[in-house]
């Protein structure tokens, strides 16, 4: 616990709970996309999926502790992107949060990030957006997600809204990755290439993934299933 507190009052420290927080949150990420791609497979798979999901036993522990993780995240991004501005004030040469536009940038991606995150559970999970389309139920008796998520994507400013938010989300990921491994200490020139790839190949899995969902909607690939 000491240990965990002293490491909390570094610099250094923080910047390591950052990394360890924003891969946590970057693999829930990569998993929910992979699990909202049963969406190609036709309304029974995404349905069920979800179904399984939501009456998982422990759905609350998963969602309290990416709640908490995201916190953390938050308050320590925060709290680092603060120092370096009372740094930069005060004339130290010592940047303790990247570049100081760097930090900046990820202050306002990170805020569009919680943004669209407030936006996209008031649409699917609470059904606040787009309440005609949310309560819907399936031949199994399932909560009909499929065409909650086709109803949705088929108007275009949502769908939109979903291929912008990603983009932004993308750029924050970009840059956040990056950072990452420079933290844990893997920034040589002779693999900094390779690190940039190899983010830059996870980001563009993640912005391509999650685009392909409402523009197929849109293009009319994927569509509501009548029986
Ligand atoms: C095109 C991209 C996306 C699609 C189609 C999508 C789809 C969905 C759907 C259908 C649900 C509700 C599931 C249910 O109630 O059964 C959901 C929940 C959620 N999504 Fe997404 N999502 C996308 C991107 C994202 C992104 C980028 C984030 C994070 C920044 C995110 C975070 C969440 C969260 C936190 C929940 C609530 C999970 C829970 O209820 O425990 N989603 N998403």
Redesign the pocket.
Known sequence: MNRLIRMFSTSIGRKLVMAVTGLILFVW?LG?MLG?MALFQGADSLNSY?AW??GHPS?WVM?TSMLLVLAVHIYVALTLAMENRIARSSGYAVRTFQTSGSSRYMVITGGI?VF??IY??LH??LGVVTPEFHDGVDAAGN?D?YS??VRSFQNPVLAGS?IVA?LL?GTHLLHATRSMFQTVGVNHESYNGTIRIFSQIAVALFVIG?CS??ILVLAGVIGLETR
Do not use: E, G, S
């Open positions: 990420l929910h909202n979800a999901l939501q759905l969602r990030v669209f995150l996209h559970i699917f999970t909560h997600v909650m998520v979903y990603m989300i999650n969902m409402p």
